[in-house]
């Protein structure tokens, strides 16, 4: 592998055991969901990545991110489908550190009941973890999850998110219904006729 690319995560160490999974199992299970080869220095909490291809490299990047942001393995492994995004939103960019768990607790709501909704709203899974939110969902979803987020964070009402979400998820799915109705061949198909 002349061509070999490589690339290093670090990950929080009370996450290592998580990439690393029960005798090596979730390690292995990345390394050949994504075609990489991956070093785990469990002292300096560092992943190290090999690929031969740039995609992959990028792909495990973003798996091991999502794990380390507190995804279990099975959520970040999603990532290897290409229409899907990870999206991290550090809060040390909205507020400053006594702020961290109300804006948290914002986001998470009473017995996680405000995340719940949100990722019922966008079809996305949400990890609250540290000075960090992440998301994995398509890509279109992810941000409008963000936003979402966002909106929280600078403080518009948790009632006032949920409807505007609630607007987009319909719009969302009225397309889906049209696209499945009216699948992209087909519309050249009915213009021509």
């Not at 798996?63 to 507190?70: F, L, P």
Request: charged residues 30%; neutral net charge.
């Amino acid at each position: 592998m002349d061509d070999e690319l490589s690339c290093h995560v670090r990950v929080p160490r009370e996450r290592i055991a998580v990439v690393i999974g029960k005798d090596g199992e979730t390690k292995k299970e990345i390394e050949e969901a994504t075609k990489t080869k991956l070093h785990v220095n469990t002292e300096e909490g560092i992943v190290f990545a090999k690929a031969d291809d740039a995609l992959n490299l990028f792909t495990v990047q973003e798996v091991i991110k999502a794990i380390a942001r507190g995804f279990n393995p099975r959520k970040a492994l999603i990532l290897i489908k290409t229409d899907y995004a990870f999206q991290l939103i550090d809060l040390q960019d909205f507020a400053g550190k006594q702020h961290f768990e109300r804006i948290k607790g914002r986001i998470i709501g009473h017995e996680g009941k405000a995340r719940e909704n949100i990722e019922s709203l966008t079809d996305t899974f949400i990890s609250v973890f540290g000075k960090t939110i992440a998301i994995i969902g398509r890509s279109e979803n992810v941000d409008t999850c963000r936003r979402a987020i966002v909106n929280l964070i600078n403080g518009s009402p948790h009632s006032a998110v949920y409807k505007w979400l609630e607007k987009k998820h319909s719009e969302i799915k009225a397309m889906e219904m049209i696209q499945k109705r009216f699948p992209e061949d087909e519309f050249g198909k009915h213009e021509s006729a």
